[in-house]
């Protein structure tokens, strides 16, 4: 089996650009996945967002989280669990319109660090893409203007945390699914490990890192790539020590954003093209019910309404 795909950023401002960047597109083809290092967000600063994370589940999630495991028996369960997920969470949204001030028991420091947090990681996120677009053969600023929309982008955070477990072999921190948006950017614990993805029929984790960013693509990319870069079914193996933190932090299109492969993409690699035309709000309602199933029936449902649906041909200029 290969190694997972280390990018090291500061070594696309020098002579290894070229290798580094066949680097980040062999991960984008092959794997899905990749993990930055050297990403330009400050060590310190992610100690800190690391520390208020987890003072903040302490505080405010931890007894919570005990007693819906309780209400529910889950500590005493003899057979698997498909249905829910062993974890803690709540949401963070940034773009088009912020509810950090509107999220209920946060510290002040809290929401002006992730506040912070946020600003550094869009900033992130769309270097990413325009080195996307850059290996893609697309003109750079493509896939941020694909993913705008009328608004602007939808950007937020998820913040998770996954508790020790009692039964890690019948219930899954997070069950298995590729996820739906565009580029995913995390900031995971370096010590408590449980994150894996599936390739080549084998599930291989993704190692946990100090002050690492963890990249993966969403279904979108998929599509604007016309399946030269895919999604990639992933989960997080819940464990009996520690607990484990997780900030994903989702840079996705905007609601109203029309989503479909790029023509450059297309003519140039002269194939067909496979995936369909479809508003990007309308792709996560139909996600919403089938997350943790397969994501090709999904594609298919949108080929089916295409050409009913008021959209428009894909045109070339």
Same mark, same amino acid.
């Given at each position: 089996m290969a190694t997972f795909p280390v990018i090291n950023m500061e070594k696309l401002n020098g002579e290894e650009r070229a290798s580094t960047m066949e680097m980040i597109n062999d991960a984008c083809e092959n794997w899905g996945f990749f993990e930055l290092v050297n990403h330009g967000?400050?060590?310190?600063f992610m100690d800190t967002v690391e520390k208020l994370t987890k003072e903040h589940y302490r505080k405010s999630m931890e007894q919570r989280f005990k007693e819906m495991v309780a209400s529910k028996g889950l500590e005493a369960v003899q057979s698997e669990i498909d249905d829910l997920d062993w974890e803690s969470t709540f949401f963070l949204r940034h773009l088009p319109v912020s509810n950090i001030s509107e999220v209920p028991d946060l510290e002040d420091e809290y929401r002006k660090v992730m506040k912070e947090f946020a600003?550094?990681?869009?900033?992130?996120?769309? +270097? =990413? &893409?325009?080195?996307?677009c850059e290996n893609l053969g697309l003109e750079k600023g493509y896939l941020k203007k694909a993913f705008y929309g009328s608004k602007g982008p939808n950007f937020g955070t998820k913040v998770s945390n996954y508790p020790p477990c009692p039964k890690p072999d019948l219930i899954k921190g997070l069950r298995a699914h590729t996820d739906a948006g565009g580029i995913i950017l995390l900031f995971q614990d370096d010590k408590v490990s449980?994150? +894996? =993805? &599936?390739k080549d029929g084998q599930w291989v984790d993704v190692p946990p890192m100090r002050h690492s960013i963890v990249i993966n693509l969403g279904d979108q990319l998929e599509v604007i790539t016309n399946g030269k870069y895919k999604s990639v079914l992933h989960r997080v193996i819940a464990q009996t020590d520690g607990n484990r933190m997780s900030l994903a932090s989702f840079y996705n299109p905007g609601s109203d954003a029309v989503i479909y492969p790029a023509p450059t993409l297309v003519e140039k690699e002269e194939e067909k093209y496979l995936y369909p035309k479809f508003v990007f709000d309308d792709y996560m309602k139909l996600y919403a019910g089938l997350k943790f199933q397969a994501k090709e029936p999904r594609f298919e449902a949108f080929k089916n309404i295409e050409n009913?649906?008021?959209?428009?041909?894909?045109?070339t200029a």
């Open positions: 967000i400050d060590p310190e600003a550094q990681l869009e900033i992130l996120a769309e +270097q =990413l &893409l325009d080195l996307l449980g994150l +894996q =993805l &599936l009913t649906a008021n959209l428009g041909p894909i045109v």
